[in-house]
């Protein structure tokens, strides 16, 4: 036995030294930033990660696809969130059009759809016609767009996004932002697939009070 635990512990032992110098590379001012004001979250207990974007934006529309994947591997004390980041008045259009798919339950359709037929199709979506023209290509009636798109509930989780956008100080999207402490973005991290390292490094971070708080 004492052969075999030798034996584990010299194969697992480069790996462990690897991933820790791995996690030393990110420095705080160069691939993340510390929020100067931390913000509330509302994953409970709960690690959130939160990206801000923008379907006009072509960093977004090529993280997208890396963020899905990434999502599917979370581990159940990760809540991810999207939120449309609103950064000028041109912001609105789309951030409403999110949040009445959210709102219809059709964020799955809705959500690549968007993407596609700004950067692949290259589609002018200039106003809510345009946006319910698409909808209804995803199965949603005229109505309930209408009747959602204008609604108090969208209309709230607007102005939430637009005072978010500026307690985060972001400055460009896609930016992530880690249980409402610590933002990334591609400039930051270097890459898309980079942000991804980052966001799970910073994920590991926030965990590591709670697991030294619940050591023997």
């Not at 789309?94 to 959210?102: D, L, Q, V």
């Not at 402490?181 to 980052?198: C, F, L, P, R, W």
Request: glycine letters at 6%; one cysteine or more.
């Amino acid at each position: 036995m004492k052969k075999i635990t030798t034996w584990l512990m010299t194969l697992l032992l480069p790996l462990m030294l690897a991933g820790t110098a791995c996690a030393q590379e990110y420095t705080d001012g160069k691939e993340y930033l510390t929020l100067k004001t931390p913000q509330p979250t509302n994953s409970g207990d709960n690690i959130e990660v939160v990206e801000l974007f923008w379907y006009g934006c072509p960093h977004c529309y090529r993280l997208d696809p890396l963020l899905d994947d990434w999502h599917k591997t979370i581990a159940d004390d990760v809540e991810f969130i999207r939120m449309p980041a609103v950064l000028g008045p041109n912001w609105v259009l789309y951030g409403k059009a999110f949040y009445t798919a959210e709102l219809l339950g059709v964020t799955d359709k809705i959500h690549p759809a968007l993407f596609s037929a700004i950067h692949k199709d290259k589609k002018k979506l200039r106003n809510a016609d345009d946006l319910k023209a698409l909808f209804a290509k995803q199965g949603v009636s005229a109505e309930d767009f209408d009747n959602t798109f204008n609604s108090f509930a969208v209309n709230v989780k607007m102005n939430n996004a637009k005072q978010m956008t500026k307690r985060y100080a972001i400055t460009g999207v896609p930016t992530i932002i880690v249980n409402g402490k610590y933002s990334t973005s591609g400039s930051q991290a270097g890459s898309n697939e980079n942000i991804i390292k980052v966001m799970d490094y910073l994920i590991d971070r926030e965990r590591a009070p709670v697991a030294a708080a619940g050591a023997p």
